[in-house]
């Protein structure tokens, strides 16, 4: 009986054993397989990466290529010139004469330009010898401008003089001084007039702004030439003479005036006499008040309150100053 019971528990043992033998090698097949699964998506991802990094240097190659070669290189020397762009051979031409040369030209200058339009021809002979052309009109220019400058320079004046504050240059009648004030002293052609028209000026404004302003160049050397006794008048309103006297781009008729004219002035036209504060502040006799007289009103400058003032004091100035003065009030001078 007890012999019995062992057999029967040893036979347990047994198939138990054996049971777990079976689970186990189920379970190192089932493995087996997952892991070869594994293996074969790792080895997968390499070829993968591998396909990738040969891609990647193939694409580099053909960027590299692109940039390499964006255009088509031509030897120069294998490459024609174009007909309309052939250069000149200065070494050949260096060993003709000058009659050989200007044949030469001629007959390359007929070839290109066989089969041309008119108008064709005339733009390609520009394009060819615009050097030759500009060079020779340049010079002729600047010599022209310099012999008129010269003969400007030396010619007489009439009268130099400024207007201030003009409303309206085209209404603006400068033949009360180029015409009346002309044929008035029988003035030739050897004399000429000096003048400037569109100058703006105004106590409110600053000189930096008045140097700014666009519509005129005048503004940066008008005080400089007033300095220099460029100018023998200056026809302005109340605005422009305080500007000019505060500037100190006028003088005071005592500074300004011939002593005979001062004289008349002050005896004859005091009341017409007309103060302006100076620089310092100071109130001094500047210009004179010619708004009643016919030539402030043929003038037309564009303002009833029209005052002459002076920033020239040469003698030149003077002797000019009193011509304009004699003209406007009608004095009876000997001149």
């Not at 031509?74 to 200065?90: A, G, H, N, S």
């Not at 003969?151 to 009268?159: H, S, T, W, Y």
């Not at 029988?186 to 404004?205: A, I, M, R």
């Not at 005979?260 to 006499?273: C, S, V």
């Amino acid at each position: 009986m007890g012999n019995s019971k062992k057999k029967k528990k040893k036979s347990n043992n047994v198939a138990a054993n054996s049971q777990a033998q079976v689970k186990k090698q189920t379970a190192v097949q089932t493995a087996k397989p997952a892991k070869a699964q594994n293996i074969e998506t790792k080895q997968e991802t390499v070829n993968t990466q591998t396909a990738v990094e040969k891609k990647e240097p193939a694409k580099a190659q053909n960027i590299e290529n692109k940039q390499d070669q964006p255009h088509e290189f031509k030897d120069p020397r294998k490459v024609p010139p174009k007909e309309d762009l052939k250069i000149e051979d200065k070494l050949e031409f260096a060993t003709m004469s000058r009659k050989e040369r200007r044949a030469a030209k001629r007959k390359r200058l007929k070839e290109t330009t066989e089969g041309m339009t008119f108008v064709q021809k005339l733009q390609y002979f520009l394009y060819a010898y615009k050097m030759e052309i500009l060079l020779p009109l340049i010079v002729i220019i600047a010599i022209s401008l310099i012999v008129v400058a010269f003969f400007r320079g030396n010619k007489p004046i009439a009268l130099s003089y400024a207007v201030v504050n003009c409303e309206d240059l085209e209404a603006l009648d400068s033949s009360v001084i180029e015409t009346d004030y002309w044929n008035y002293y029988g003035f030739d052609d050897n004399y000429q007039f000096q003048k400037v028209l569109d100058l703006k000026y105004d106590p409110s404004t600053s000189t930096n702004e008045v140097s700014k302003d666009a519509e005129s160049g005048n503004y940066i050397a008008f005080p400089t030439l007033c300095d220099e006794n460029y100018y023998d008048i200056i026809i302005t309103n109340k605005r422009g003479l305080e500007y000019l006297s505060e500037s100190s781009i006028i003088h005071t008729l005592g500074e300004a005036l011939p002593s005979d004219l001062y004289d008349i002035f002050t005896a004859d036209y005091n009341d017409q006499i007309t103060t302006s504060p100076a620089y310092t502040g100071k109130s001094a006799p500047y210009a004179i008040n010619i708004s009643d007289t016919d030539f402030a009103k043929k003038l037309n400058p564009g303002y009833d309150d029209v005052y002459i003032c002076f920033p020239g004091v040469s003698e030149d100035n003077q002797k000019r100053v009193k011509q304009i003065c004699n003209f406007i009030f009608d004095l009876g001078l000997e001149l």
